[in-house]
């Protein structure tokens, strides 16, 4: 997909936050395909990738009726940060509506603290699996998993393209997962 690139200016941004069907048609179609692809890559689910885009047009309309921006030549930016903002939402309401495991128990004090004693038994275990990964290897999973910086950004990194990263990212996971195995269940991880 090969979009050319827009500039805004004052006037375009004056149209948009005065509903000029024209411009919002002009505003819905130019950074569709990109936050559809932004959010692809971020959210697993089709209808979140739809919700989170709709959301973050919303957002920016607003925005632009009732305060405007500062610098309309920033548009794009605009845009983009209320997307990650929208997908940081949708994050903490995907892990706040997590079902509930089937031995759930009410926590008492005691519960808490060996519940904590566990996760972190569990988070040194995973410290350690990665540092007996490969160091290339470990760096991956630590730049996509813990930081989840942009693929884009990892591939220049290291020099490779996306399909060649997915492989990349594959054997990673695959090995970190049969060290998980290995030791894991001794751990009460993976299980």
């Known amino acids: 997909m ?3 690139q827009q500039s805004f200016d ?7 936050k005065q509903g000029d069907p024209d411009t919002q048609r002009h505003f819905v179609n130019y ?8 959010l692809r890559g971020k959210l697993r689910a089709p209808q979140l990738v739809e919700e989170a885009k709709q959301e973050t047009f919303l957002r920016v309309l607003l925005t632009l009726r009732e305060r405007g921006i500062d ?13 990650n903002n929208v997908v940081m939402e949708v994050y ?11 031995n759930y128990h009410p926590a ?12 972190e038994q569990r988070r040194n275990l995973v410290r350690q699996l990665l540092e007996e990964l490969p160091a290339k290897e470990c760096e991956l999973l ?14 220049q990194q290291f020099g490779v393209d996306r399909n060649y990263l997915r492989v990349l990212l594959h054997r990673a996971r695959n090995r970190f997962s049969a060290l998980l195995g290995e030791r894991g269940k001794a751990h009460g991880v993976g299980e």
């Open 2 to 4: 090969q979009l050319e």
């Open 10 to 16: 004052s006037d375009y941004v004056l149209r948009l």
């Open 31 to 38: 950074f569709g395909d990109l936050l559809r692809v932004k």
């Open 71 to 83: 610098h309309p030549e920033r548009l794009g930016a605009f845009v983009n940060s209320v997307c």
């Open 92 to 102: 903490r309401a995907e892990s706040r509506t997590a079902p509930m495991p089937e």
């Open 108 to 119: 008492d004090g005691q519960i808490d603290a060996e519940s904590e004693m566990v996760n």
């Open 142 to 155: 630590r730049q996509v998993f813990l930081e989840e910086k942009d693929k884009d950004e990892i591939c």
